[in-house]
């Protein structure tokens, strides 16, 4: 289908043919949901053990009684796996409660309050702040920013990464910029890998930003891999080689690896990042769960065995992949109607129709019983100027919903597109 180069009366005839297959969806009653990159029912049996592994034995590799106060950092045996994760020493790691982004508003929170490292001008106090965001990416981190009133400033993805030549020219020139967001390994939503030229120019960019500029590192998926394990450039060591350790704060959490209510996350920072942000954790906690993450060194006690459970995620989430990308390449390959992104790893799959259509695919798909993340949401402000992006999400749906939800997006898809070739003939 080129709806480029399609007559009037192509168009009148595919529009019969689509019109009709919708009135049909849509007296299904399905209920379809793609929306969130939750891991499915069956991905979370994967960590039952947790229930049961301690069997009375409360005591952690170290001798810790894991039951009493205390640990604010984490069990060193934890602080080593979170390590593993981030690729970084684990005296520079943190281990909190189940979600990285609860650690990620932390961070943003004290800066806005008090000042990033050991000191510092809070940002609230700052004549102006701003924060950049790649496009398409996730939209809770802009929640974040926009609940402090920051403004956004949103920067292209390409296939290494955020467009570095926009970002340097940024820094360089307004130090009223204060951060960037990163989704590094499966960037959320395109699943693109940050090239090691990429994470080398965000390392430099410590020496040349505000003295309280910081990139908020969010690597969620640095195991998520749906086939080999797929390596990323250390944006520790670059930062080490060029003294901008101070620059980078590093996330990532076992939200997605095994219960996603009850993980574990993880800080990677440098001493001065580190010592500043538990001067005000400490206020607010004597120490974190530990029996939680006891729990989870029964079931993962390191690196190795990491890998060996995330291989069992990936054979679950594979054909569930496969069902939504074959359904774009059946429908879409020889067409002008959209591109989307095939990741190795990751949860999602971003998916751009033609501009000014995306708002509507979404629509017609919820009204057909197949609900979609909402169009714009992968962008600040839920704006998204072009209306073309999507998030597709297959993680949590049966293998057999995925493909009656890709039948129902297919269909929406050529009709919004066909309907808008009509209205312009």
Excluded at 172 to 200: E, L, Q, R
Excluded at 214 to 227: F, M, S
């Amino acid at each position: 289908m080129h709806i480029h180069t399609a007559s009037k009366s192509q168009l009148e005839a595919w529009s019969t043919e689509l019109e009709a297959d919708y009135a049909d969806i849509s007296q299904r009653g399905l209920k379809l949901d793609l929306t969130r990159g939750k891991p499915s029912a069956i991905q979370l049996d994967l960590a039952n053990a947790l229930d049961s592994d301690l069997g009375g034995d409360y005591r952690a590799p170290d001798g810790t009684d894991v039951r009493n106060y205390g640990g604010l950092d984490g069990l060193p045996d934890m602080k080593a796996l979170g390590a593993s994760m981030l690729e970084m020493p684990s005296e520079n790691v943190l281990v909190g409660g189940n979600s990285s982004l609860t650690l990620m508003y932390q961070t943003i929170a004290f800066a806005w309050q008090l000042g990033v490292g050991e000191s510092g001008t809070p940002w609230s106090q700052e004549p102006a702040v701003k924060f950049l965001c790649p496009v398409p990416g996730y939209d809770r981190h802009f929640a974040i920013t926009q609940a402090f009133g920051i403004e956004m400033i949103p920067v292209p993805m390409t296939d290494d990464g955020p467009d570095m030549d926009v970002i340097e020219c940024l820094v360089a020139d307004d130090h009223a910029i204060k951060g960037i967001w990163c989704v590094p390994k499966y960037a959320n939503p395109t699943g693109c890998i940050y090239s090691a030229d990429t994470v080398s120019r965000m390392a430099k960019l410590g020496a040349v930003a505000a003295d309280n500029f910081r990139i908020l590192w969010d690597n969620a998926y640095a195991v998520h891999d749906l086939d080999e394990f797929q390596p990323l450039t250390s944006i520790f060591t670059h930062c080490e080689r060029y003294g901008t350790q101070d620059s980078v704060i590093q996330f990532t959490s076992t939200s997605k690896v095994t219960f996603a209510g009850a993980g574990v996350a993880f800080m990677g920072a440098s001493a001065a990042n580190l010592n500043g942000f538990k001067q005000q954790l400490g206020l607010a906690t004597i120490g974190p769960d530990k029996v939680n993450q006891l729990r989870h060194l029964r079931l993962i006690p390191d690196r190795s065995s990491l890998l060996q459970h995330m291989a069992q995620h990936a054979a679950l989430l594979r054909p569930k992949f496969a069902a939504v990308l074959d359904a774009l390449e059946a429908a879409f390959a020889d067409s002008d109607l959209a591109e989307w992104t095939s990741p190795q790893g990751g949860y999602f799959v971003s998916f751009n129709s033609r501009p000014g259509l995306a708002r509507e695919i979404v629509r017609l798909s919820g009204e057909a019983g197949g609900v979609l993340t909402p169009a714009g949401a992968t962008y600040p402000g839920g704006l998204d100027e072009k209306d073309r992006n999507i998030r597709l999400a297959p993680s949590f749906p049966t293998q057999a919903d995925i493909e009656v939800a890709m039948a129902v997006f297919v269909v929406c898809v050529k009709l919004a597109s066909v309907r808008q070739a009509l209205a312009a003939a």
